[in-house]
């Protein structure tokens, strides 16, 4: 039966991409790929040069105390000494690689001892390098020293192609993204150190070769390295033309634009199925366009665009204007990939306001706020013209329905995997109310946390729906793939009216076993049915609650703003509250109360939550 389940998952991977997977490793386990063959000195600084410059007074905050600590993950602040970061270890756990001068491919991805390796490689995405910039051009007359005297500490201690830190070729986009940001901000992109390009030149070496495995991931990875080789290689080619940069030029092209293409849906949607990793991707997108528009570059496609501007109304739709937090769907690294606002890490709007501001010509907010600072740092012109709220409506071709009425915001989750599903969540439901997550989702917590959290947070025991027999939604192969990929039962129906909206959907997994749910929206009000059948023991309905006291008064609890009763004609094997766990940042879980309501029998729960209008 495991093998008919993975036979068929390989399929639905895609052929073209498990053949580029199996070349990929073979080539580098053989040395056939000629990334193994890869030789270069180390790049010596200075890297930005020490000119003057005409301070920045574009009124929008600096970030903090760069110097003093660095932020891992959107919530851990590490203090740090005169000397720069230690490049090779675990901060989190005090742990170091070792061997660090080993070839990047004889080190492993899981490494028991040093932990989570995304830990090692935070620092060396160069957020830094940002927040270094932006001080100097701000008036700080030892940023940008600071800011070269790190780049060369991390060159002598990453010296090409040796270390964790030139493992993966995302890393290495994301360094090239973040370089030449900073080097636009500095006003030195169109004249450029020799040793800033020889550092550029390095890391398209790397990320080169290996570019067919990072499509073959169908997510972020394709788009973030299409793009470090578009900005990287055009900009090698402008100063350098007998360089490869044309060549790395045009393949980041071809690649970006098929990316784009293939992995966002007309309706914006994208191939991950996670609202953090749809930002990683925008903001990545946006970067492409700014330095296209930067370097006078033709433009994209029509369909490039077309997909853009749907891909930022997608995200728009799921962020909330209140604080900009955002339903936490989907697996959620803690990656931020331009950091240029002084905002929470959970703050979407920034992104959103740049990638509105640059696809469509409008702002996505009105007014001042905080949303409105990449534009500043940048240069933008904050758009007259204002993109209309965000209305109800199905975003079908990924699976997801946006309900908006009076306070309240819902987001429901249903199976349309053209792509591989990360976490079992198929009819999980948010809800929100005034920019508060009353129902809401469990994220990821981390990628390398041994098996109870790996099986925990993706699993569908940490998602507001049926989970049915003490198991997960779909068989699980690997650390990051499901197997027997569920699909939805018939056409979703969807419905608004004056009064409500009102969305139904249901699936039947590979075991029989069924789950519809029907939600109805009104004005102070959810209802929210939930029919099961084909199940052999049990049917465990979940809602994970907002932290806080919540009372229970025969089948109702509330916090005090909040009521929610469940009612159901079928005999209730337990109702109560249980503790759970979310991880709203990356490596950091706090619990929650959970409802759980229990059943033996096939039937209808009806669960109602209520709110002052």
Request: with cysteine; charged share 20%; glycine share 8%.
């Amino acid at each position: 039966m495991l093998l008919v389940t993975k036979a068929r998952t390989a399929y639905l991977l895609g052929v073209m991409n498990l053949l580029r997977v199996l070349a990929y490793r073979l080539g580098v386990r053989t040395g056939v790929n000629p990334v193994r063959s890869l030789v270069a000195p180390v790049p010596q600084g200075p890297f930005f040069v020490d000119q003057r410059m005409t301070q920045m007074l574009c009124g929008a905050p600096l970030p903090a105390n760069w110097y003093a600590s660095l932020r891992y993950f959107g919530v851990f602040e590490l203090p740090i000494s005169e000397v720069p970061p230690a490049w090779h270890a675990n901060v989190l756990l005090g742990q170091a690689i070792g061997q660090p001068d080993r070839p990047w491919w004889q080190i492993p991805d899981f490494d028991g001892r040093v932990g989570d390796i995304k830990v090692v490689w935070e620092a060396s995405r160069f957020d830094w390098v940002l927040a270094c910039a932006q001080h100097a051009v701000a008036g700080d007359k030892e940023a940008l020293q600071r800011l070269d005297a790190w780049l060369c500490d991390w060159s002598r201690a990453n010296p090409p192609y040796l270390g964790p830190n030139w493992k993966c070729g995302q890393e290495a986009s994301i360094r090239v993204m973040h370089l030449a940001m900073a080097a636009r901000l500095l006003g030195q992109h169109s004249s450029p150190s020799d040793s800033l390009l020889d550092l550029i030149d390095l890391h398209l070496q790397r990320i080169a070769p290996t570019i067919g495995y990072a499509v073959a991931q169908d997510n972020n990875h394709g788009t973030s390295e299409a793009a470090a080789l578009f900005i990287g290689g055009s900009w090698l080619y402008r100063h350098r033309p007998a360089s490869r940069g044309a060549k790395w030029q045009a393949m980041g092209r071809r690649w970006l634009e098929n990316r784009i293409a293939r992995l966002i849906s007309p309706d914006g949607s994208f191939s991950q199925y996670s609202v953090n990793y749809h930002r990683v991707m925008l903001d990545t997108l946006s970067m492409a366009e700014l330095w296209r528009r930067d370097l006078a570059l033709d433009a994209f496609s029509a369909l490039f665009y077309e997909r853009a501007q749907a891909a930022t109304k997608w995200l728009r739709a799921m962020t909330r204007g209140d604080n900009g937090d955002a339903p936490n769907l989907g697996a959620n690294d803690g990656a931020r990939l331009l950091p240029l606002s002084v905002t929470d890490y959970r703050d979407y709007r920034p992104s959103v306001q740049l990638a509105m501001t640059l696809f469509s010509g409008k702002s996505a907010w009105s007014g001042a706020g905080s949303w409105n600072e990449p534009l500043l740092w940048l240069g933008l012109p904050v758009p007259d013209q204002v993109e209309p709220p965000p209305v109800t409506r199905l975003f079908d071709d990924g699976g997801y329905a946006c309900l908006y009425r009076g306070r309240a915001f819902v987001a429901l989750r249903y199976p349309r995997f053209r792509f591989r599903p990360s976490q079992a969540d198929a009819l999980h439901l948010d809800l929100w109310l005034d920019g508060e997550n009353v129902l809401r989702d469990a994220g990821s917590y981390s990628y390398n946390a041994g098996d109870e959290w790996l099986s925990y947070f993706p699993g569908t025991g940490s998602h507001n729906t049926v989970q049915f027999d003490g198991r997960d939604q779909m068989p699980r192969i690997s650390r990051f793939l499901f197997g027997d990929w569920l699909k939805v039962s018939g056409k979703p129906v969807f419905i608004t009216t004056e009064v409500a909206d009102r969305v139904e959907v249901g699936y039947r997994d590979g075991w029989r076993a069924e789950h519809q749910r029907k939600v109805a929206l009104e004005v102070g009000r959810m209802v929210v049915e939930d029919r099961v059948a084909g199940f052999r023991k049990n049917a465990v309905l979940r809602w994970r609650l907002q932290p806080g006291e919540w009372t229970r008064e025969r089948t109702t609890w509330t916090n005090g703003r909040v009521r929610l009763t469940v009612v159901t004609d079928l005999p209730v094997d337990r109702m109560a509250l249980a503790e759970g766990w979310e991880s709203r940042y990356y490596l950091q879980k706090t619990a929650l109360p959970v409802l759980e309501v229990e059943v033996s029998q096939a039937g209808t729960i009806r669960t109602i939550v209520e709110w002052n209008s």
